[in-house]
């Protein structure tokens, strides 16, 4: 099943700029993880895409480690690497999904907060099972884009070659009182062509939240030492220019 943004494994790992973008968030998630892991402690990534932060982050822990998303083929994908990483296919917010396994480390990147919340319009019940499945001795890693700050703009385009041709990604944004919405399309043509053809459109509804509303979800859901970075150098978080809201919470 598709969240209606995105196109599938494939293209996700052509979309997204890696190198760049682990460069930061590992040494982030590390940093906040430290010591915390064990060879019997469990980890968990939400919304964990095509499984990229859990193949590096293999080379730091030997604990179990799982990826889930509701995205077959982001999942597909994921296991054409080979680890001994378990992916699996659900939807975070399915009551049946995971049942009560609890992990010492959770984090979710990529906005997968954001998109997993778009089902119901709200963060309430993400954040509410995000609780069920820690101990009292974990940590609850999230990011998700700053959805105060109004977003109404498009990103240069992104091209990148493949054997099979070229693709041409744009990426905007536009913002409406309830609703960041995130907007993807995609352009490809062959090595022959000299035009392109459009080859996916999508878009999201991610619901708008204030680090204020946010705390008091996590503090509701009895999270502790909450603390919010508007970036992964743990910047502060600033409503105005930060790119993102950044939440470590323990219970
Ligand atoms: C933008 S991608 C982020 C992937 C990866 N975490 C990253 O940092 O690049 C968001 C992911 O959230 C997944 N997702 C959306 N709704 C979900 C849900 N209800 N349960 C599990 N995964 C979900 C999507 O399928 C998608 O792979």
Redesign the pocket.
């Given at each position: 099943m598709?969240?209606g943004?995105?196109s599938g494994g494939d293209i996700?790992n052509l979309l997204?700029n890696w190198p760049k973008?682990l460069s930061t968030?590992i040494p982030f998630l590390t940093d906040i993880i430290q010591d915390r892991l064990s060879i019997k402690s469990a980890l968990l990534?939400?919304?964990?895409?095509?499984g990229?932060?859990l193949f590096e982050l293999q080379n730091h822990y030997d604990c179990s480690i799982t990826g889930?998303?509701?995205?077959e083929s982001?999942i597909e994908k994921a296991k054409q690497r080979a680890s001994t990483i378990k992916f699996i296919v659900?939807?975070?917010?399915?009551n049946d999904?995971l049942r009560n396994t609890k992990f010492d480390v959770i984090f979710?990147?990529?906005?997968?907060i954001g998109?997993?919340a778009?089902?119901s319009g709200s963060y309430d019940q993400v954040v509410k099972k995000l609780g069920s499945h820690l101990t009292s001795t974990s940590i609850l890693i999230f990011?998700i884009l700053n959805t105060v700050k109004e977003r109404n703009n498009w990103s240069a385009p992104r091209q990148v070659r493949t054997k099979s041709g070229e693709y041409v990604f744009l990426r905007g944004f536009t913002t409406t009182k309830r609703f960041i919405h995130p907007e993807i399309i995609t352009l490809f043509r062959t090595n022959e062509e000299e035009e392109f053809q459009l080859k996916t459109t999508g878009k999201a509804n991610i619901p708008r939240i204030s680090v204020e509303e946010m705390t008091l979800l996590l503090q509701q859901a009895d999270f502790t030492n909450i603390r919010v970075y508007g970036d992964y150098n743990k910047g502060p978080f600033n409503a105005d220019s930060s790119s993102d809201m950044i939440f470590i919470a323990e219970r």
């Open positions: 598709r969240n943004l995105l996700y997204i973008r968030e990534s939400i919304g964990c895409g095509t990229q932060h889930l998303d509701i995205d982001m659900a939807d975070f917010l399915d999904t979710s990147l990529g906005n997968s998109l997993i778009s089902a990011q």
